[in-house]
């Protein structure tokens, strides 16, 4: 399928040959479109890597989410409640309750076992020394 010579002029030029009654030379004419005031093809689109890039990153989510893109789908997908594989889950978590419990009373029961020794060597010291304190030194003029 092939043009003559003149073809050309005809499809561009001639009413028979149109598309939303303008003709192929009308339509590749810069235009403006009410209401919108923007000039339209064929002049280039200033935003087309933009569109572009919003395509491409279009096709990148549609395919990783395997194409459920529709509102609903999006809403379950996010708003879906994570199934734990674990059925033990519960006892997991008492196991790591008790285990941080046991380990505060080992911590109480460290510092009063410190304290408890701190007194034991201030007494044996004292004891050793044959120190006494004032108090203990008027009871004993006392008796």
């Not at 050309?8 to 009413?15: E, G, R």
């Not at 050793?128 to 003029?141: H, P, V």
């Amino acid at each position: 399928m092939g043009l003559n010579p003149g073809d050309l002029a005809t499809i561009t030029t001639n009413v028979a040959y149109n598309l939303n009654g303008k003709t192929l030379a009308q339509l590749l004419t810069p235009h403006t479109c009410p209401p919108c005031p923007q000039t339209h093809c064929p002049t280039a689109h200033a935003n087309y890597d933009a569109i572009k890039g919003e395509s491409a990153e279009y096709q990148r989510i549609h395919t990783k989410l395997n194409g459920k893109v529709s509102d609903s789908e999006l809403d379950n997908l996010l708003n879906q409640t994570p199934s734990c594989s674990h059925t033990d889950y519960d006892t997991i978590k008492q196991e790591r309750d008790d285990l941080k419990q046991q380990k505060d009373n080992y911590s109480t029961e460290k510092q009063q076992a410190i304290q408890d020794k701190e007194k034991e060597i201030i007494n044996k010291i004292i004891t050793d020394l044959g120190l006494t304190t004032e108090r203990e030194r008027e009871r004993e003029r006392e008796h």
